[in-house]
């Protein structure tokens, strides 16, 4: 009798319990909480077909294989499988039941169709069990939650994933034949998807060598060979190399290649903060562990600047975070312009555009991206090239740059040029509405006829040439580069040590024609500088001379007024004095106003009369002796001396006697040589 029992049971085992598809199909549904058919056809509520196997796992073969959609849905189904096999364990269904992830062992199907959603609280198509209980706890390592497939094969898929809290809606469609399965219509996958993922469009085509880890655990699953093009938004990516699952990506790697119009193409798919730049290309390799991504650019080009990079990005926790280093042999400043709202430099050969009336920077920074990464990265440059005005790059340049919390830094900056150094920090605060500015900068022993691009003809002198220190401290608040500088308080003072100055430039600042025809036509020379400070003081974006004078052994410049940033224009004017002061000597000053798109320079109409040109003397002096001090006269006693002595000479002239017109003081000795 049991010998009988025997045979009947595995007579039926081979024959698959035709008569318990339907006790099955109810079995599944009340385990999984979802409607499951097993059935004939679409049309149909036989299960003629169906077949099911207990040995080794549950083993289901039917024409028809339905799981329904939750009740939340408005899908008529989440999977939808025509010819479909499938295979699970007893443990995967208890677990499934439990709300865990499901873990199907095989899957086949003629033709699939499967609708994945996600809501915002986190419930998700794919999650079974009690539709009531809350979503599972987020899983750092499976944010998903997505279900495992150890071995799934499709003649021809179908996908839609509609994912609220990643913002993506993507259509995909895929072909593939992998496994014990596999014949010779298809190798491998073949997969293609469009749709949108955040704010960008998404495009992408995929190929695989095998398919068997399609939505396997990259902890037990082979890596296999898979080729994808992606274009998401305005960047594209080349990736070839291994993964061990192509829906997650998991145990990503090989080599790369992305190239876009701008770094911040590529972040804003991903939610990642990179700064808007020119057109870039970037080659290297990328390796994802769980869901950490690291990644080695060997080669990147960003517009016409040279880098190297090896960063992590780890995703997970409340903030992503991006760390590692920047390297360049070559940082183009100018392909940085876009991220301070500039524009872009023109393509090679490209028509530059006409320069409109305002040349500030108006459009507005993306402060949300500052809030949606953290970063530390630190930065090292063998070259940073500041423009065609500057004769010599910044070389080296290195600074720290950290984002947190909204706040971008540029902390311990360090940078040489021209014989000199330059050292300080800048802060971008982007945590509310309005970003707010802020920098502390100093310079020290940056020779001037190295760094400023001052060629001229036969070998003339350069127009100007010394050692430059100063500090500049500012501050200011604005939703833009341009709003910013129309806020801006605060100083920027500095000195000329050791200065020589061209006798032309002095000669026209002072517009005397005669003079400066006679120095063209015999050759310019240098003149000492024994004194030249300015202190530029900086109230709600408008710039104003505290003091700004340069004293040769032949004159004196002084120069008063105002720059507005807030309006973008120029109210400047210049006097030049002879040594001996007299405000009779006086020249007519020189005035430099406009806007910046369209400055203008003339003279004063009316010439001086001996009132207003003491009044114009007295006005220029006073500010001198409040400067002095400030200046730093660590390194150079002796300039402070020789504007302490302008400063006295100054005054003596303007409230004392006026000294007799061919005296002149005597220049030091020093500085005369």
């Not at 990005?313 to 991220?339: K, N, Q, T």
């Not at 020589?500 to 006679?518: P, R, T």
């Not at 009779?584 to 020189?590: D, E, Y």
């Amino acid at each position: 009798m049991f010998g009988v029992l025997v045979l009947a049971v595995v007579a039926c085992e081979v024959a698959g319990w035709p008569f318990l598809a339907k006790p099955v199909e109810r079995a599944l549904s009340d385990t999984l909480k979802r409607e499951v058919l097993l059935r004939a056809a679409d049309d149909s509520t036989s299960t003629e077909g169906a077949t099911v196997r207990f040995f080794g796992g549950l083993k289901v073969q039917v024409p028809l294989l339905q799981i329904g959609a939750p009740v939340w849905s408005q899908k008529p189904y989440f999977l939808h499988a025509e010819g479909a096999r499938m295979r699970l364990s007893y443990a995967a269904l208890w677990r499934a039941r439990e709300g865990q992830p499901l873990d199907i062992a095989l899957l086949h199907a003629d033709h699939l169709t499967v609708h994945a959603e996600r809501l915002k609280d986190g419930r998700a198509s794919w999650q079974f069990g009690d539709p009531n209980a809350p979503p599972p706890p987020a899983d750092e390592e499976d944010p998903l939650q997505l279900p495992t497939i150890r071995e799934l094969t499709v003649r021809d898929g179908h996908l839609t994933y509609k994912d609220v809290p990643l913002r993506a809606d993507i259509t995909g469609d895929v072909q593939l034949n992998e496994g014990t399965l596999a014949d010779n219509t298809v190798s491998g996958l073949l997969g293609s998807a469009q749709g949108t993922y955040g704010n960008a469009a998404v495009k992408a085509k995929l190929t695989a060598a095998g398919a068997m880890p399609l939505l396997a655990s990259p902890n037990d699953a082979p890596p296999t060979p898979v080729e994808l093009d992606l274009k998401a938004g305005r960047a594209a990516l080349h990736f070839k190399g291994t993964v061990s699952d192509v829906l997650r990506l998991g145990g990503m790697s090989g080599t790369f290649r992305v190239t876009g119009p701008s770094l911040g193409a590529v972040g804003e798919p991903l939610g990642v903060t990179l700064p808007t730049t020119g057109a870039f290309d970037m080659r290297g390799r990328i390796v994802k562990q769980g869901e950490v991504w690291r990644f080695v650019a060997d080669k990147a080009t960003v517009g016409t600047s040279h880098l190297t990079a090896a960063l992590t990005f780890d995703p997970r926790g409340a903030v992503p975070m991006l760390s590692g280093e920047v390297r360049g042999s070559r940082l183009m400043l100018v392909d940085l312009a876009p991220s301070i709202g500039a524009e872009p430099a023109p393509a090679p050969g490209a028509k530059p555009e006409t320069p409109g009336p305002k040349v500030l920077p108006d459009r507005e920074f993306d402060l949300p991206s500052l809030r949606a990464m953290n970063a530390n990265v630190l930065m090292k440059f063998e070259n940073a090239d500041l423009g065609a005005i500057f004769a010599r790059p910044l070389s080296p340049l290195q600074t720290h740059l950290t984002l947190r919390d909204g706040v971008l830094r540029l902390d311990d900056i360090v940078a040489r040029t021209a014989d000199g150094t330059l050292r300080g920090d800048v802060s971008l605060d982007g945590s509310g509405q309005v970003a707010l500015w802020r920098t502390d900068l100093r310079w020290n022993n940056v020779r001037l006829e190295r760094w400023i691009a001052q060629e001229r003809a036969n070998d003339a002198p350069p127009y100007v040439a010394g050692r430059l220190v100063g500090r500049a401290q500012l501050k200011g608040q604005g939703k833009s580069t341009a709003e910013i500088l129309s806020t801006l308080d605060g100083s920027v003072r500095t000195s000329l040590r050791d200065g020589k100055v061209s006798q032309l430039a002095i000669e026209a600042a002072g517009i005397d024609v005669a003079q400066a025809l006679g120095f063209v036509i015999r050759g310019d020379r240098d003149l000492p500088v024994q004194c030249a400070l300015v202190d530029l003081q900086a109230d709600k974006g408008v710039f104003k001379p505290r003091a700004m004078v340069v004293e040769t052994t032949d004159s004196n410049v002084w120069v008063d007024g105002s720059v507005s940033l807030r309006e973008e224009k120029l109210d400047l004017r210049a006097v030049v004095s002879p040594k001996d002061f007299s405000p009779l000597t006086l020249r007519t000053p020189v005035h430099v106003r406009g806007t910046f798109s369209d400055p203008a320079v003339s003279l004063e109409k009316a010439p001086l009369a001996r009132k207003a040109a003491l009044a114009v003397l007295l006005g220029l002096v006073h500010p001198v002796a409040a400067v002095i001090p400030l200046l730093d006269p660590g390194s150079d006693d002796g300039h402070d001396m020789e504007c302490a002595a302008l400063l006295k000479r100054a005054r003596q002239a303007a409230e004392g006697p006026l000294p007799p017109t061919t005296t002149a003081a005597a220049p030091s000795p020093r500085r005369a040589e």
